[in-house]
Each structure stands twice: as C-alpha cells, then as structure tokens.
C-alpha cells in the first residue's frame, strides 16, 4: 500500500539496510575495494557503494520499485554515500496466512434431582504460513558462513556483468584510469563481495501446525443450599514447525553463489541463468523440521458457594470457595532431525539453544470469597487466594470491592486488588541465542556519559555490538496492584452513563532489557555489559529479568442513551479512554520516570490520552444496522537516529514531532428473517482512512511508516458471516 513507504527521508523516515536486489559492492577485505574509495565529490572515503548510485548513474530506483537511495546522514554511516537501500519494512507480510479447525462438544447427564455429571471436549488445528522478506546475503570472512570463495567472481559467465561493476565504480572514483585494470585501492580481477536481497530464492516461509485438545469432566449440583462443582481436565497444545521455501542447504548455497551462476547484480526484467536456479532448487531445505514443542496442563478444582445463615441488614452473607490443583508440563524440540539433521542451513531459525527435556511445576491454589449486604444501599466483597508453587513459593493476593446505591439512579462503586504471574517456562528456561544490534545510536557508557553518540572523544558510536538473549533461571514472579473508584448514573430508562477512576502499577515486570535501559540506566544494569579483559564490549547480556515496572491511570467512561424511532429502536454507545499517566521506570529501586502519556514508547500499549468507540445502532423488525467511529488519539513521534543523540547530527527538512489522529469508521447490517439464522454482512474501515505517518525505526516496529498498534494497515474490508443455531 502506498502509505507505507520508508522512503521519506525529508521526514525522517528510511530504511536501514544495504542489501537490496541490486546489490551493494562493500570493501570486505579480499575483494575488489582495499580499505576505502576516496570520494571525487568530497565528504570522505566510501566503503559501500552501489553502481546505480553514482553520479551518472540511473539511480537506485531503477533496481527495483522498493530500492532508493541509503540515507548515511540519517543513520550517520558517512562511508555509505552511495549505497543503497531496499525497504524491507514495506515488504512484510501484513497478514499471515492462516487455515483453522476447531470442535467443541458438551454432553451432560442427571444423577438423580439436583446432581448433574457433565464432559466437555474441544479439539483444534491451526496451520500457519509464516512469510518473510527475501534473504539478505552479506559477503563475509573466511570464516563466516559466507566466505570469500562464495562472492561474485570473474569468469568467462560473468565478465560482462563483472566488467560493468567494476567500470562504474573504477569511472567515477579514479576518472581517466586505464579501463579493466588495478587502480589505488580497486583491484581488477578480485571476487565481489556484496550486500544483496536475494530475490530469486523467494520469500522465506516458515509452516506451522499446532494441535490442541481439552478434556474435562465434572459434577455439578447442590447440596442443601449450596452449590457445587468439582472437575478434572487436561489440556494440550503442540506445535510443529518446518521450513518452507527460501532456505538453502549451506554447502551446496555457497557453490550456487560461488559459481557466478547466481548474479547478484540483474536489473528488473532481466533473468538469471537457468543453470544457478537449478542449482538453488537442489540446494532447497523446504521441509525440514525447525522445532516443537508441546505444554500440557492437567487440573483438579472444585468449588462451592452457598449462603451462610445468616443476614446482615441487607440480607443473607454469601460465601464462595474453592481449591485447585495443578501440573503445568512444558518440552520443547529444537535438536535438529532425521536424515538431514547434520546439514547447515543458512540463516534458518532453529532454535537448538532452546532444545529441553520436560520441565515441570505443582501448583496449588485455595481462595475464598465472602458477599456482605451490609445495607439495602451497601454491599461489601472481600476476596483472598493463596498461590504455593514449588519452584517459587507461595503469595497472597487479596481483593476488595464496594457498592453503595444511595438511590435508584445513582450509584459508587470501587475495588482494590492484587495480583501475581509466575515466569512462563521460556523465559526460565531458554537458551542463549545472540544477535547484532543494528542501531546506530549507541555509545558505550563507560567512555562517554550518556551513551548517545558525538564527536566528543569516546562517544564514537558502537558497530552492530553483540546482544545475547535467552532464559534465566533466577526470574521471580511479576506483581500487580490495581484499583479504581466510579459511579454510574442513570436518571431514566433510556440512558446511564458511568466514569471509573482506575489505576494499575506492574513490579517486577519480566522482560529483555531494551538498549534504552541499558544505555540510560548504565550504574544498574554495568553489570550486563560484558567486557573482554582490557575493557572493550564483549557483548550485551539482554536475557530476561525483573524490571522495575510500569504505574498507569486514567478514567474509563461508559455512556448509552435509547429511544424509539419509526417503529424501530435506536441506541447510541459511547465507551472511551483518557489515560492522564504512564510512568515506568527500570528496577524497584529506582523512582519512576516522567510521564511518557501522549509519547512514543517502543513496548508495552502506545499511551494514548484518548481513544474511543462511538456505536450508532437502529433496529426494526428483522433488519438492524450499526454505524461505528473507532478514534485514536495522537502522540509525540520518535526521534529519528540523527537526532536522537547528544547533539543531533542532521534535521530532516520536514520532520515533524506530531502524529496525527486516527478515525475510521465501520458499518454492519443484520438479518434475521430465517428461523434460527442470523446473516451479517460488515464493512470495516467504510472510508478507507490510510493510517497516520510515523517516522518511527523500521527495526523496532511491525508497522512500516504507520504503527501496528492503533492502525489497521488492510483499508477498507469486508467481512459476511452466517449463523445458524441448533436445537
């Protein structure tokens, strides 16, 4: 869609990367470029340098409908002038392809008056088709998984499209050279190393199959004036995932490569030799299993409720109780298999840091909850439950909640509470994967207070520095605190409205600390900045841990006002939320931060002042209608690498801080003509409203010039469903 291009550098916005299918030369040692180019136009040496780019060029628009020119002042890579790039956020798939089956039965059966054995069963399939963009195929050292012996070579095969590369960058940075010859520091005759988008090994996919069941038996009745419910289950979901198409068997990859059959630099239009895509096809891993896994939960729980005999002035105290059991299991495959388990496979996710036997915890739960009509106009609830795991011990987590209904049409009303979430089996027990960080707005900390980049001495910025990620065994649990006041009034029949004051405060919160943490926050997380014995950065160390958490609050409003109208019934809702603080801060110790409301955060929900859901709904004999606004409020973008820095290095011309609002609207219309039938037939996004511009970093967000988490990318979309009840 053309709202999502990244190619907007005069606002800030523009893809990070130097593989494209038109492929940039780069200066890996052994190959054509010695170091660096000095650069006729000025502005120093260049190291990454497409031919498309240079001046006289066609342009790098000309490689591809989805190439542009390399913004080195954006990402400050001055060695990349005339690179280009490709814009592989645009080129993500929006929505996955998705093929579903589910069954659910109930049957019940009376054990004499008041007792009643039922089974439940649910059964479901998903398949998945996870796509991904092309490959980038980065040229490497000797000892990389692609090594010098895999770039492009001089051959009789090549030379013209060898010769035309080189004669274009041997042109403009040593005019007046002897054609198809060494010149200062081009060397004629020595392999290309590159930076490609391999377009003809086609999107990577990634098949997954997930199978789950539940099975639960119970009885239920009553037993004098209580009731009861005991019940058993076990539940399962497993998944498998394999390798679709776009991942290549490594060996017989670097031959393909390494043979000049596969050509890195074609134009649009042009094909690539029949011998290299017979070479890929048999270099195909399509079918090879990555990993499964599978978490099984088994539960024995029973309840009651019933009253306690006796009143207080507004009536019987109820009572209600129960206890659990519980075993979670959890396993996870990731050891390659079968008979192409030995064989290296080039960027394909498997997961074998990850590969452990069953793992597995005991859980035991009691709670109780008591009602207490204190008055005919006040009611009180008082609720505790007692976790024991036995991995973490225990926690008491409580809950209170009042009523109070001075008159028909108005009441108060509010709740306090606690809660509690053990780490999932993941984050304890992952392995250690590691990654680049690709950002270029990092300094170290140690040398240059701050850690943003300058031109002060030790504030250079950090070259892609190594993260490590994965589980961690001393995690404790996540805490929660919540609680809110409000008060519904509703002074006649056909309207009610209500406001809720709420709050929620997260601790301990669990997750990877970001770069901003790290970076921000040095004197607490120095720790996690690894470092060889004379000081330099070994690596990251972003495994999970206990943060410090979140304190959020905000006003929930609810308002509907009814009437008749032509013989038919309308109804209008308005349900909307201000969110008036959000605060977060890295560990418990430290205080919270200023409030980000109205600001771009990375993770966690955007923390929008406003948004809401205005429904405009009339119905009349068979026929209704709903006409819908969804609003979402804006918010302060974030910075652009350029400016995010000690001192902004470059101002896109037109960067603008606001991201604008966004309103959409959706109409649906219902029929129920049919005797236990209902057709509806909806339109979403009815005036096919682009979402707004966002500059920020295609590399920590989903969404490519627009933000995944307000806006729904698909425009205007149409949906019918039928629905037929049984009896």
Not at 600 to 627: E, F, I, M, Q
Request: contains cysteine; aromatic residues 12%.
């Amino acid at each position: 869609r053309d709202f999502t291009d990244t190619f907007q550098i005069n606002r800030g916005l523009s893809p990070d990367t130097r593989g494209t299918p038109f492929a940039t030369v780069t200066n890996t040692a052994g190959g054509i470029i010695t170091g660096s180019l000095p650069d006729p136009a000025g502005g120093g040496n260049q190291s990454f340098i497409n031919p498309l780019d240079l001046p006289g060029g066609p342009g790098c628009e000309a490689g591809s409908d989805m190439m542009g020119p390399y913004e080195h002042l954006l990402w400050g890579v001055s060695t990349a002038k005339y690179a280009c790039a490709w814009d592989y956020a645009r080129a993500r798939v929006i929505q996955q392809p998705v093929d579903s089956l589910q069954a659910l039965g109930r049957a019940s059966f009376k054990l004499g008056e008041g007792h009643m054995f039922y089974v439940e069963a649910m059964g479901s399939r998903v398949k998945s088709n996870r796509q991904f963009e092309y490959q980038q195929i980065t040229s490497g050292s000797a000892t990389s998984s692609l090594p010098p012996s895999t770039w492009y070579p001089l051959l009789p095969h090549t030379a013209q499209t060898y010769n035309a590369v080189y004669e274009a960058i041997r042109q403009f940075f040593y005019p007046g050279s002897t054609p198809l010859a060494s010149v200062g520091n081009l060397v004629y005759g020595n392999r290309i190393p590159y930076r490609w988008r391999c377009e003809v090994c086609g999107p990577r996919e990634v098949l997954t199959t997930t199978t789950a069941w539940r099975l639960l038996a119970g009885l239920e009745g009553e037993i004098g004036t209580w009731n009861y419910d005991v019940g058993l289950s076990r539940a399962s979901s497993k998944a498998e995932s394999i390798l679709g198409n776009g991942y290549y068997f490594t060996t017989e990859f670097q031959a393909a490569l390494g043979s000049g059959y596969i050509n890195p630099f074609i134009m649009p239009g042009e094909q690539q030799s029949a011998q290299g895509i017979a070479m890929l096809e048999a270099a195909s891993a399509a079918g090879v299993k990555l990993y499964g896994g599978e978490s099984v939960v088994t539960t024995l729980d029973a309840s009651f409720a019933g009253g306690l005999g006796f009143d207080l002035w507004g009536g019987e105290v109820q009572l209600a109780t129960g206890i659990e059991l519980r075993r979670e299991e959890f396993g996870f495959a990731g050891v390659r298999e079968g008979p192409n388990a030995a064989r290296e496979i080039y960027q394909a996710p498997f997961d074998v840091n990850n590969d452990q036997p069953d793992v597995s915890r005991d859980v035991k739960a009691l709670y109780v909850e008591a009602y207490l009509p204190v008055h005919d106009t006040f009611e009180l609830t008082l609720a505790l439950r007692r976790d024991q795991y036995d991995v973490f011990g225990s926690t008491t987590n409580p809950k209170y909640s009042f009523k109070w209904q001075p008159l028909d049409w108005l009441a108060f009303r509010g709740a306090y509470s606690t809660g509690f979430k053990a780490p999932e089996f993941t984050r304890l027990y992952g392995g250690r994967l590691s990654g680049e960080y690709t950002g270029t707005d990092l300094a170290d900390p140690a040398t240059c207070p701050g850690g943003r980049p300058s031109a002060a001495p030790g504030c250079e910025a950090l070259v892609r520095p190594e993260q490590v990620f994965g589980g961690n065994l001393d995690l404790k649990p996540e805490t929660s605190e919540q609680r809110s006041i409000g008060v519904v009034f509703a002074p006649a029949g056909n309207f009610n409205l209500s406001l809720d004051w709420w709050e929620i405060e997260r601790l301990e919160t669990i997750r990877s600390p970001d770069i901003t943490m790290l970076r921000d926050s040095y004197a607490v997380f120095s720790d996690r900045w690894v470092r060889n014995p004379d000081g330099s950065l070994d690596y990251l160390d972003r495994t999970f841990a206990n943060t410090g958490g979140t304190l959020m609050s905000g006003v929930e409003l609810d308002a509907n006002l009814s009437g008749d109208l032509a013989g038919g019934r309308w109804n209008v809702n308005l349900n909307g939320s201000y969110i008036d603080n959000f605060q977060q801060r890295v560990v418990t110790e430290l205080p919270y931060s200023a409030n980000l409301v109205g600001k771009y955060v990375r993770y966690y929900n955007l923390p929008l002042k406003w948004k809401h859901t205005l429904n405009l709904s009339y119905a009349k004999g068979d026929w209704s209608h709903t006409l819908t606004q969804v609003y979402r409020d804006g918010y302060k973008d974030e910075l652009p690498s350029s400016m995010d820095r000690a001192v902004p290095t470059w101002i896109p011309p037109e960067w603008n801080p606001d991201v604008d609002e966004y309103i959409t609207y959706n109409y649906g219309v219902s029929w129920t003509g049919m005797e236990n039938a209902k057709l509806t037939f909806v339109v979403r996004n009815l005036l096919n409203t682009d979402p707004p511009f966002t500059a920020h970093q295609n590399d920590f967000a989903s969404g490519a010039a627009w933000e995944d988490r307000i806006a729904d990318p698909r425009g205007r979309s149409f949906s019918l469903m039928f629905e037929y009840e049984f009896n």
